[in-house]
């Protein structure tokens, strides 16, 4: 194990400081913090504000944020606390692991690069880099640090699963065996390795290994990663909530698929803190999943009124109301989410399809067009805006909006590439359509994605020519 000591030594006279105006500390709302937590908050508040020159003070406030999952909060706290003492390892390693957290992927970057320049030898932060640079589909600067990682501590179980994932990516599922085995082999426990491994045996035809490690992920699916991560250990023990160990058991529940058990912890943890809000927009997804509309009909009116501007609730009570083809009370609902946040794409995009399924096609198209505004990168709202776009005869843009969904290149580009061929039929192009089909073929061969290949062979039968 990392000693405590590296993480809070000035090791790195050698890194240069980078000057920068310290952020303020954050305006706080602390009637929309659970009720366990808020003598924790504010009392590290206070003594931030006592003392706005020194870094220990903001960042322990900003660890204490991190607790109890008030990241935006605690983002500006470590921004300021790194601002102030720019040689300590920490305030940069925790900003960059928030700003991931938030999903904030290529801002994190930086401040992990900061992290390692400042502590080399710190191993979760080049694994935390590696997979912010996967998520960012930086493919080749991702397995560097993987490869920094093993060459480090050839038993990370973590940086062995990571590199499979790359190659899975690049080179097809089955080359991935060997990574993933090695993971399985260093962490028996891991249990999204034994997936991914059973996964790969499958797409390299051994289904009785493969049905072996679906066995072993069964009895570990809700196994933690396996790394030691002393700075985030430090964070987590700062909480003195007792939902929030229940809460964390939901997560790793819902994440696993176990929906039942998922719904218990989040309700436990709502007996311990009746205003833990996230848990109500958790359970209505939750409810929505397991068809039980009471439950989801009580805990988003809870939640609706004392939070009514929660877009992340109105969301997914309208994925719910989707799920029940009710496209009028779901179309309310994504409204509901848009003005309480404007900005949020995926549900401008899912509102576009309610409006669309009521025939409102003028109107499903703005919105697939706010949803791009806000995240160009969405490659659903891509597929949907080229879609009614050709449905108008607007061939040019809908095809150019097909094509954008091929970017990044990942296990979901295969499917992708056929609706980009559908595209090309739709418009008579049948020899452009037939190149698509034989990509889309192609890849998903690699991926072992066998209902895809399938599907494409039927595509390229149907256009004619032979099938190889």
């Not at 000693?3 to 954050?26: D, H, K, M, Q, Y």
């Not at 009116?301 to 994925?319: E, F, I, M, Q, T």
């Not at 009521?358 to 919105?367: G, N, S, T």
Request: glycine share 6%.
């Amino acid at each position: 194990m990392i000693a405590i000591a590296l993480l809070w030594g000035a090791c790195s006279n050698e890194v240069p400081a980078r000057p920068t105006t310290p952020p303020e500390l954050p305006q706080l709302q602390l009637d929309a913090i659970p009720e366990a937590a808020r003598a924790d908050i504010e009392e590290a508040l206070t003594e931030a504000q006592r003392n706005p020159d020194q870094a220990l003070p903001t960042g322990h406030l900003g660890m204490i944020l991190h607790a109890y999952k008030q990241y935006e909060s605690a983002a500006l706290c470590y921004e300021r606390a790194q601002a102030i003492a720019p040689h300590e390892f920490r305030w940069a390693y925790l900003l960059g692991t928030v700003r991931f957290l938030l999903g904030q992927d290529e801002s994190a970057v930086e401040p992990l690069r900061q992290a390692l320049e400042l502590d080399p030898n710190y191993l979760p932060a080049r694994i935390k880099l590696a997979q912010v640079l996967s998520t960012l589909a930086d493919y080749p600067a991702s397995e560097k640090e993987y490869r920094a990682a093993l060459a480090q501590d050839p038993s990370s179980a973590l940086a062995h699963y990571g590199l499979g994932r790359l190659v899975a990516t690049r080179d097809g599922v089955a080359a991935a065996i060997d990574h993933y085995r090695k993971a399985c082999d260093l962490s028996p426990t891991f249990g999204a390795a034994h997936y991914a491994l059973a996964q790969a045996y499958r797409a390299d035809g051994d289904n009785e290994k493969a049905d072996a490690h679906l066995t072993i992920f069964e009895q570990n699916k809700n196994g933690d990663e396996p790394l030691e991560d002393p700075l985030l250990h430090e964070v987590a023990s700062l909480t003195r909530n007792p939902a929030n160990n229940h809460y964390e058991q939901g997560l790793a529940f819902a994440d696993a698929g176990d929906l039942e058990a998922a719904v218990k912890e989040f309700e436990k943890a709502l007996t311990d803190d009746p205003n833990l809000v996230q848990a109500r927009v958790n359970l209505v997804s939750l409810y929505g999943g397991l068809g039980r509309p009471k439950d989801v009909e009580r805990h988003y009116a809870a939640a609706a009124k004392s939070h009514p501007d929660r877009a992340d609730l109105h969301y997914n009570y309208g994925v719910f109301h989707a799920g029940q083809s009710r496209y009028a009370e779901a179309e309310q609902a994504f409204r509901r989410a848009t003005k309480a946040d404007p900005s949020f794409a995926e549900a401008h995009s899912n509102l576009g399809q309610m409006l669309e399924a009521q025939r409102r096609i003028e109107d499903a198209e703005k919105h697939y067009r706010l949803a791009l505004r806000n995240k160009p990168t969405f490659r659903m709202a891509h597929f949907h805006l080229g879609r009614v776009l050709l449905m108008q005869g607007n061939n040019d843009e809908g095809l150019a909006h097909f094509l954008k969904t091929l970017s990044p290149e990942d296990e979901e580009t295969p499917k992708y590439m056929l609706d980009v061929a559908v595209a090309y039929a739709r418009i008579g192009d049948s020899a452009s359509a037939r190149t698509y089909a034989l990509k889309a073929r192609e890849r998903a061969g690699k991926l072992g994605q066998t209902e895809l290949l399938s599907m494409s062979n039927k595509m390229i039968e149907k256009l004619g020519g032979p099938v190889r």
